[in-house]
């Protein structure tokens, strides 16, 4: 079943002290503290952060002309919420008592104009991702996840004038089988890139993957590899051919490319494909499976969350470096568009430090609950 929550930056997950970005209130004055950005204030201050523009117009003169730019010590004026007209017009009542309005009359009345007609307002960008991928991406993690982090992040810092929403849906096949071709959903993450520089040397699946989706630019550096039970002596294999034959979990939604790369193939193995990480490490645990391939901090964070650290380990010997990336489909009239604004926000993400701040603060907060 679809989750779906209002698009806005967590105001813990990013801050490097717990001080920063708690103390808005509206119709009050705040000082920036290190980690705020305006979506970050107008969330705490009003429960919405679209509602940045309103503290950036009120602001303009401290802040400047770039609304995603603001200095630390800064004073910013949070105006009382527009959504709350009680609060806004006791605010104003004393102010409002001083104005002498004219009579209007035929005479004085200023001659009307034609209204320009509106410039047609742009969608906003349709984001889908989903549970179950922590540290990256889970909507009971601070920020939905250090993914959901880095990709609102990127978004701000592309425009922050950019509207969007998230929605997050378990079902991670179904991101790339439906819901991004039927246009349901703009953009998905986060996913592997297969090699598509070399197509010969792909599974039928990747190169569907390649062909029809476009990639952003790589967000994160993932260590892809194996884990099985302590007392099997499977951590220790050196060489892939010792897994043919095994029962390998593998969840849904994950590329089969990197065992097939590895010349791991149905029949050499028996592949099992649950739509849930942890439903691996179950079966694993269950010995209805030999072998969990996933990715080495979601293996842990699973491992960790069914408290099964002392019966399963990872093999440090068998495994692939991969990056995780923002995906489209290629009949989405915005797809390159919208990929190219990631792209762009991501890069001026990683020049301003913001990138590590957010992964150290995710990472560290991950193995604290280890």
Avoid at 146 to 157: C, D, I, K, P
Avoid at 236 to 242: E, I, Q, R, V
Avoid at 248 to 270: D, F, K, N, Q, Y
Wanted: include cysteine; charge should be negative.
């Amino acid at each position: 079943m679809a989750k779906r929550r209002t698009i806005l930056f967590s105001t813990a997950a990013f801050l490097l002290t717990s001080a920063a970005a708690m103390a808005q209130e509206a119709c009050s004055s705040y000082t920036v503290a290190v980690g705020d950005n305006l979506r970050y204030i107008a969330r705490a201050a009003y429960g919405d952060a679209d509602l940045y523009r309103v503290i950036y117009d009120a602001n303009v003169s401290v802040i400047g002309e770039k609304a995603d730019l603001i200095e630390i010590g800064a004073v910013l004026q949070i105006p009382c919420d527009p959504n709350k007209p009680a609060q806004t017009e006791t605010a104003t009542a004393e102010a409002a008592e001083t104005v002498t309005v004219a009579a209007a009359t035929p005479e004085a009345a200023p001659a009307t104009t034609e209204a320009a007609p509106a410039a047609p307002a742009v969608a906003p960008i349709r984001f889908v991702t989903g549970n179950g991928y922590a540290p990256f991406a889970d909507e009971t993690l601070p920020g939905g996840g250090m993914f959901t982090q880095l990709v609102e992040m990127a978004v701000f810092r592309a425009d922050p004038a950019i509207t969007y929403n998230m929605t997050f849906i378990n079902d991670w096949q179904a991101h790339i089988d439906a819901l991004l071709p039927s246009g349901a959903y703009d953009l998905s993450f986060p996913w592997i890139r297969p090699n598509c520089e070399a197509p010969e040397t792909l599974s039928p699946g990747d190169q569907t993957r390649c062909n029809d989706f476009v990639f952003s630019g790589p967000f994160y550096e993932i260590v892809d590899g194996f884990f099985a039970l302590r007392e099997s002596g499977l951590a220790s294999a050196t060489k892939y051919s010792d897994y043919e034959g095994k029962r390998i979990c593998r969840p849904e939604g994950h590329t089969a490319g990197v065992l097939e790369s590895a010349g791991l193939t149905v029949p050499a193995i028996t592949l099992v494909r649950p739509v849930e990480v942890v439903d691996c490490f179950a079966a694993l645990a269950a010995g209805e499976v030999d072998l969990v391939s996933i990715d080495a901090e979601v293996g842990d964070s699973a491992i960790a969350k069914l408290g099964l650290e002392a019966e399963i380990e990872q093999n440090p010997h068998l495994m692939s470096l991969l990056s995780l990336h923002v995906i489209a489909h290629k009949t989405n009239a915005r797809a390159v568009d919208m990929i190219g604004s990631l792209d762009a926000g991501a890069i001026e993400m990683y020049n301003s430090g913001e990138w590590y701040e957010i992964v150290s603060t995710a990472l560290t907060r991950n193995n604290l609950q280890q």
